[in-house]
């Protein structure tokens, strides 16, 4: 079984990196974020990250509890972020 609290911490080193890459991206070219967080507002991405999520979250529960939900969240995320990519800007 994993340790709920050593797999929570583990994903909010994961998202806090996640943020500070996206922070010093925007540092570096104003607007940058506003592209990378585009996802956020795509109705089918958000529909794909919140299904993934689900389904994890669930599956997860039964069997880690609510370390596996953090986790479950962060892979909607992704799957979100995934399912709207764009082909990149030049």
């Given at each position: 079984?994993?340790?709920?609290?050593?797999?929570?911490?583990?994903?909010?080193?994961?998202?806090?990196?996640?943020?500070?890459?996206?922070?010093?991206?925007?540092?570096?070219?104003?607007?940058?974020?506003?592209?990378?967080?585009?996802?956020?507002?795509?109705?089918r991405?958000?529909?794909?990250?919140?299904?993934?999520?689900?389904?994890?979250?669930?599956?997860?529960?039964?069997?880690?509890?609510?370390g596996?939900?953090?986790?479950?969240?962060?892979?909607?995320?992704?799957?979100?972020?995934?399912?709207?990519?764009?082909?990149?800007?030049?």
């Open positions: 079984m994993v340790n709920g609290r050593a797999s929570l911490l583990t994903v909010v080193i994961v998202v806090a990196a996640l943020v500070i890459r996206i922070a010093v991206a925007e540092l570096r070219r104003p607007g940058s974020a506003r592209v990378r967080l585009a996802f956020l507002s795509n109705t991405a958000l529909t794909a990250g919140a299904v993934t999520a689900a389904v994890l979250g669930l599956l997860g529960w039964q069997s880690s509890g609510y596996a939900l953090a986790w479950a969240v962060l892979a909607g995320v992704l799957v979100a972020f995934i399912v709207d990519r764009r082909p990149p800007e030049t």
